[in-house]
């Protein structure tokens, strides 16, 4: 079982930042699939970026302005998330697997656990 508890979220304006967190328990470690979606009402889960046998991946729709990051002695997962847009305006959720089979990191279903999400709104 892993358990996933997301933090960070809030209400700002274009262009400023924000700093998502996820804590991760239960049976985990550094090398952990973790990734982070993003659903607004009336759409699909969306990827956003995943941390996958220690590479790094990003939605092209975040890339340059979204960046994850690890502390693993903490299993702490990092979003932080600069320049946002309207459209990121979603809830945030980050997932987490206990196994590399497929490494369809982009894909929501593939993620056996999720966090509760963090509402991130961002006005024009």
């Known amino acids: 079982q892993v358990h996933l508890v997301e933090s960070g979220g809030g209400l700002v304006q274009a262009g400023d930042s924000l700093r998502l967190s996820c804590v991760a328990s239960?049976?985990?470690?550094?090398?952990?699939?973790i990734g982070w979606f993003r659903q607004a009402p009336g759409t699909e889960r969306e990827f956003v970026a995943a941390?996958?046998?220690?590479?790094?991946y990003y939605a092209d729709t975040v890339k340059g302005r979204f960046t994850l990051s690890r502390e693993n002695a903490k299993n702490v997962v990092y979003l932080q998330m600069n320049s946002l847009k309207p459209e990121d305006t979603a809830v945030y959720y980050c997932?987490?697997?206990?196994?590399?089979?497929?490494?369809?990191?982009?894909?929501?279903?593939?993620?056996?656990?999720w966090g509760q999400g963090t509402q991130v709104t961002v006005s024009a």
């Open positions: 941390s996958l046998s220690g590479s790094l």
């Open positions: 239960g049976r985990t470690s550094s090398t952990t699939p």
């Open positions: 997932g987490a697997r206990n196994d590399f089979y497929g490494r369809n990191y982009r894909y929501a279903p593939w993620y056996a656990y």
